[in-house]
């Protein structure tokens, strides 16, 4: 009896009750899985596009805590500005080309560029981040147990000759292209997932997205949404390249972090496609942008670049099905929104 009261920490011993109780330790582990006050998440290239777009919903929760991993390539503070100095988040400037040691429960693996100008700028460290960096980022996962989510691309189809890509459709792929730094690094980096999976035991997810538009995108990305809005607002004529009867299929940035999300706290690995099925020609793409945004625009058609998928449109079926997920935004409604975001930072006066 008189050891259970010890244990407990009740005893009536009077020696041990002068001997004033040294404070807690503060553990580092104190947010992690072992005591489930709060999630901790990684989230790599979390100052870009998709990123921080995905860290204000983890951080709206208020029930995660959020570490962001980006080396500022083509990610903003900017647009993080809201959360530093947050008790809940953190921001450091790291490449994932390099290790990183981090006690977490969660990581969101979005670090590489994904604008084809800015992956075809420095095709060596496009492809070391894709295979080095998702290596070091498994490496971590393994260590402290953390279930990790790639968001791999639907350029792991490549020029698609199965339309619309299901996930079982193995891809097209030109493997030493201007493009391959790109497609084949995800490629990589999904088999490293796979490898870490079956070999350790990981817990993986899969994302393939397809084009994502919306708010925050580099004004000078060099993707078509945004080159066609920036361009519609200078009173610059929009740059169709040739042929303009390739396809795309956008989806709305609020809507991709919601599929994200879905996938991460669900029970499927992946890999899942994640798009918006709506499939439109660049020429279409162009005279929405004109008929929304800026009656006026003239279009030019211009010389494309090597290897440009002549289709793509996701089958999400398998997004429907195992997470409840499809977009809920129409490309009418969201080329507005983003018009709008790129009006303020262009500063151009509403007409
Ligand atoms: O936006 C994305 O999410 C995707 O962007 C790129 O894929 P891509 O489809 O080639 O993206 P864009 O550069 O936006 O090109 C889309 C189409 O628009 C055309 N385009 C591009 C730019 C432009 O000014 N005008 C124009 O007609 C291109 O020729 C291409 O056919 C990346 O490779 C993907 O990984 C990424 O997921």
């Known amino acids: 009896m008189a050891a259970a009261d010890s244990s407990n920490g009740a005893t009536t011993n009077a020696s041990s009750q002068a001997v004033p109780r040294p404070p807690p330790t503060p553990s580092p582990l104190r947010y992690s899985k072992f005591s489930q006050a709060k999630l901790r998440i990684l989230v790599t290239g979390g100052a870009g596009f998709i ?27 900017d647009n993080l500005r809201k959360w530093i100095g947050h008790p809940n988040f953190e921001l450091i400037r790291h490449d994932v080309t390099e290790t990183l ?54 350029e792991v189809y490549g020029d698609p000759l199965e339309h619309p890509q299901k996930e079982e459709y193995w891809g097209n792929v030109n493997p030493i292209g201007v493009r391959s730094c790109y497609d084949e690094g995800k490629r990589v980096a999904e088999t490293l997932m796979f490898d870490y999976h079956r070999q350790h035991g990981l817990e993986i997810r899969i994302a393939r997205i397809f084009n ?10 060099g993707r078509v949404v945004s080159n066609f809005i920036a361009q519609a607002l200078r009173g610059e004529e929009l ?34 496609n994640l798009g918006n099925p709506g499939e ?13 945004i800026e009656p006026s625009a003239q279009l030019k058609i211009t010389e494309n670049t090597p290897d440009d998928p002549r289709m793509r449109k996701p089958d999400i079926t398998k997004a ?24 303020l930072r262009l500063n151009v006066p509403k007409k």
């Open 212 to 221: 994502t538009y919306g708010p925050r995108m580099n004004i000078d990305d």
């Open 280 to 292: 439109f020609t660049m020429l279409e793409l162009a005279e929405a942008v004109k008929e929304l």
């Open 51 to 77: 990123g921080s777009h995905l860290v204000d919903r983890l951080m709206e929760s208020g029930n995660n805590e959020v570490i962001v991993a980006d080396n500022f390539f083509t990610g903003s503070k």
């Open 101 to 154: 040691l981090v006690e977490v429960d969660q990581i969101y693996h979005l670090a590489c560029p994904a604008s084809p100008i800015f992956y075809k700028y420095n095709p060596v460290k496009t492809i070391k981040t894709n295979v080095i960096g998702t290596l070091n980022m498994l490496g971590l996962a393994k260590r402290v147990g953390a279930r990790i989510l790639l968001t791999s691309t639907s």
């Open 320 to 343: 429907k099905t195992l997470l409840g997920w499809e977009p809920k935004v129409s490309l009418r409604e969201g080329l507005p929104r983003m018009a709008e975001d790129f009006r």
């Open 239 to 272: 740059t169709v390249q040739a042929p303009g009867t390739q396809t795309r299929s956008f989806c709305y940035v609020s809507d991709m972090v919601d599929g994200l999300i879905r996938l991460m706290e669900g029970e499927n690995t992946g890999p899942i």
